[in-house]
Nanobody, 126 residues
Framework: VQLQAFGGGLVQAGGSLRLSCAASGRTFSLYAIGWFRQAPGKERGFVAAISRGGDRLYYSDSVKGRFTISRDNAKNTVYLQMNSLRPEDTAVYYC????????????????????WGQGTEVTVSS
């Protein structure tokens, strides 16, 4: 599976953006998908994840209530709707695959994900 993230940009604090993670290949529905982000000088950290069927969603505490992850398996795409953006959300956002299912205990573990695509940059101005 090859992934490509897009939809980033410059937005003012309080604004919204929707990121997309598009996948190639016919086995997209076999993978859980996670969004991670990396701010300058920091490690890549967990943002959100979605199960293969889209029925289980996981979020980091920092984005819970503001971001929504969803997927459309017919379009091989996962979305990240980001509302009420803050300057601390500024980062490069990446999506990655995890074959099989994800569990609440392990959804945030970066080492379980692969097929990282190029990221998309989000900048939130104050």
């Amino acid at each position: 599976v090859q992934l490509q993230a897009f939809g980033g940009g410059l937005v003012q604090a309080g604004g919204s953006l929707r990121l997309s993670c598009a996948a190639s290949g016919r086995t997209f529905s076999l993978y859980a998908i996670g969004w991670f982000r990396q701010a300058p000088g920091k490690e890549r950290g967990f943002v959100a994840a979605i199960s293969r069927g889209g029925d289980r969603l996981y979020y980091s505490d920092s984005v819970k209530g503001r971001f929504t992850i969803s997927r459309d398996n017919a379009k091989n795409t996962v979305y990240l709707q980001m509302n009420s953006l803050r300057p601390e959300d500024t980062a490069v956002y990446y999506c990655g695959t995890k074959r099989g299912e994800i569990l609440s205990q392990t959804a945030a573990l970066r080492r379980l994900y692969g097929d990282w695509g190029q990221g998309t940059e989000v900048t939130v101005s104050s």
